[in-house]
């Protein structure tokens, strides 16, 4: 190799010194002289996993390095390896909760929530809910479930009756891990109108008519009747329960199911996406290693919610295999919060939707903060705008940006960004794809590859796809092929490939909302806003928001001789569906821009009012 580019090897290029040879199949150029961040010899990589230099694609099909072999292990067996290994590093600081735990620490408290869990009846395969914000107890829970062998449901905070009475009835949940309280969310007064026997329970165990496959609350705060307290639950294993549950990590298969993400139906009704711990495990892995995890000591803001696969599997889980430090600034999203605790905690990475930077970056005192010690973003959940990018570089210190693309169904990442990458193919595309990874575009009606260059269907095929949705068959059989291709049309994805292999999401087939992160389904809206005295007929839109990406708009077509307004609407929906499903415009209409066969053009109602709405 010329002794120039050696010269100019970075940190993360020698330690591909190290990696084994492999042959380059399907990648891109993003080095730039001065700039290498990778060593080349040829058409082979001196690392297992690194940016294309050349363009080797040559139809809408790509898969990931397959060099490094896919782990087979539990989520158990993966922190008791990072506890032996990093003991005394810390592993995760709640700054609100006043919470620091080490490795070791966390490690002994698992066992024990794990271990009480057994002592109170739950067993391998049960479900157990966490419901709340991001607190020092809902990853406690996420890693004791996993290693008692029970499956961890991910309930949104921001459910309302409706919503989480239909989840916990969907999976049989058995348990319920929650705050008494957050902001307005008055999680024990919910469940106790859903399950009014809680006020009469002995012991916190209870029988419940509406939900009888619920028999207990574990409240994470103050003490409340009906309930069991967290503490309770850390004493309650014994001997006998310890040992029991340390038999149980021989018998635990990697396939098993572990965590239950709903993510919306097109239909209104959430779908639970079953992953196992296989799923979760490697998904994390070789997200990390892309990342450069493995080499470094990374401190990781983490501002984003437990709940979603974001937070628990890109968070929790790359904790547990790459010995990372989570420092958790609020238990819900505060942007002075998250910038306090990247200066006073030193955070080197930061986690965020495009929708958290630019809330940070609008802080009026930005400026005073010390934000030296960053040096990497990385970001998801919908496009980060070009003018984010560099302000975020200007304003924040972020050298560099990592963007991604990925779905819950998926566990969640199947694109990724490589550090030191451009800025355009940083803001038009979300990278290449992960290791043990398959992706094709398709046509829509015919299902054949599409010319490369050419939108389509995008379909994965991974270690990574669900198991099922649960209890859900036609679901299932509707999103993952017989040969195991996941359509990610099913949620509404359209995409490109190019001869270097990176990929663009250009559309959306069924017309999913993304709001700051949020997937929203119109269709869900739209059934809740029919019940509404005065509404004829509701259409739902997402419509382009400079800080949200996308916000809720409601068309709506009122009864004959009724009248209304946005407030009306907006007061009608407060309490009953989660809040940032909420629409943000409501517009009255007449009647809807259609086709010839009578069916509504949703493209053509969207640029119709956000010409009304002047966006």
């Not at 292990?73 to 922190?79: D, F, I, K, P, R």
């Not at 809910?129 to 020092?136: D, K, Q």
């Not at 490589?418 to 990874?437: D, Q, S, W, Y």
């Amino acid at each position: 190799m010329a002794p120039h580019l050696l010269r100019q090897l970075s940190v993360f290029s020698r330690r591909a010194l190290l990696q084994p040879l492999q042959v380059v199949s399907s990648l891109q150029k993003t080095w730039t002289p001065g700039n290498p961040t990778w060593l080349w010899c040829g058409s082979r990589s001196l690392h297992v996993d690194s940016p294309p230099l050349v363009p080797a694609v040559s139809c809408s099909y790509v898969h990931g390095a397959s060099s490094v072999s896919l782990l087979g292990q539990t989520v158990g067996q993966s922190l008791q390896a990072a506890a032996d290994r990093w003991p005394h590093r810390e592993a995760l600081v709640f700054l609100q909760d006043g919470v620091r735990k080490t490795f070791a620490q966390f490690q002994e408290d698992v066992d024990q929530a794990a271990a009480g869990l057994l002592a109170l009846g739950l067993k391998r395969g049960d479900r157990l809910g966490v419901w709340g914000p991001n607190t020092y107890h809902w990853i406690l829970f996420q890693f004791a479930t996993a290693k008692a062998g029970i499956i961890l449901v991910s309930i949104n905070p921001a459910y309302q009756l409706k919503e989480l009475e239909y989840t916990l009835r969907k999976v049989q949940c058995k348990a319920v891990v929650c705050p008494t309280q957050f902001k307005t969310q008055r999680f024990c007064d919910m469940l106790r109108q859903i399950c009014p026997e809680m006020d009469t329970a002995e012991s916190g165990v209870f029988r419940s008519s509406r939900l009888p496959d619920l028999c207990m609350v574990i409240v994470s705060d103050s003490r409340q009747t009906g309930t069991v307290h967290v503490e309770d639950v850390m004493q309650a294993g014994s001997r006998q329960h310890h040992q029991e549950l340390q038999d149980l990590q021989t018998k635990l298969s990697f396939d098993d199911p572990i965590n239950i993400q709903f993510t919306s139906g097109t239909t209104g009704s959430p779908k639970g996406a079953t992953l196992s711990h296989h799923n979760i495990v490697n998904n994390a892995y070789f997200v990390g290693l892309r990342m450069g995890f493995n080499w470094r000591t990374i401190r990781v803001c983490v501002p984003v919610p437990l709940y979603h696969c974001f937070g628990s599997v890109i968070g929790g889980m790359c904790m547990a295999l790459h010995g990372i430090t989570l420092v958790f600034p609020s238990a819900g999203y505060d942007s002075r919060a998250n910038l306090e605790a990247i200066q006073n905690e030193r955070c080197n990475f930061l986690y965020g939707t495009p929708t958290m930077y630019i809330d940070m970056l609008g802080q009026p005192d930005l400026h005073k903060y010390d934000l030296s010690s960053v040096e990497t973003g990385y970001t998801g959940g919908s496009p980060c705008p070009p003018e984010v990018m560099r302000k975020l570089k200007t304003d924040m210190n972020v050298k560099d940006m990592i963007i991604s693309y990925g779905t819950t169904e998926n566990s969640p990442i199947t694109f990724l960004g490589f550090p030191r990458g451009n800025e355009e193919l940083m803001t038009e595309t979300v990278g290449c794809i992960l290791n043990h990874t398959e992706a094709k575009v398709v046509d829509v009606s015919s299902g054949e590859l599409v010319p490369l260059g050419e939108t389509g269907e995008l379909l994965i095929r991974a270690f990574s796809v669900m198991l099922e949705y649960w209890d859900d068959p036609d679901k299932t059989r509707e999103a993952i092929t017989k040969d195991r291709w996941y359509r990610t049309g099913a949620v509404g994805d359209i995409a490109s490939l190019d001869r270097f292999g990176y990929c663009r999401i250009v559309g959306r087939i069924k017309d999913m909302i993304i709001r700051g992160g949020e997937n929203i389904y119109p269709a869900e809206i739209e059934q809740f806003l029919h019940i509404h005295p005065k509404v004829q007929e509701a259409q739902v839109i997402g419509v382009r928001d400079e800080r949200m990406g996308e916000q809720v708009c409601a068309c709506i077509r009122l009864k004959e001789g009724q009248d209304c307004s946005r407030e009306e609407i907006r007061d009608f929906c407060k309490g009953q569906i989660s809040h940032f499903k909420i629409p943000h415009y409501v517009v009255f209409v007449d009647s809807y821009p259609l086709t010839a066969s009578g069916k509504i053009q949703k493209i053509k109602l969207r640029e119709e009012m956000e010409k009304k709405l002047g966006l």
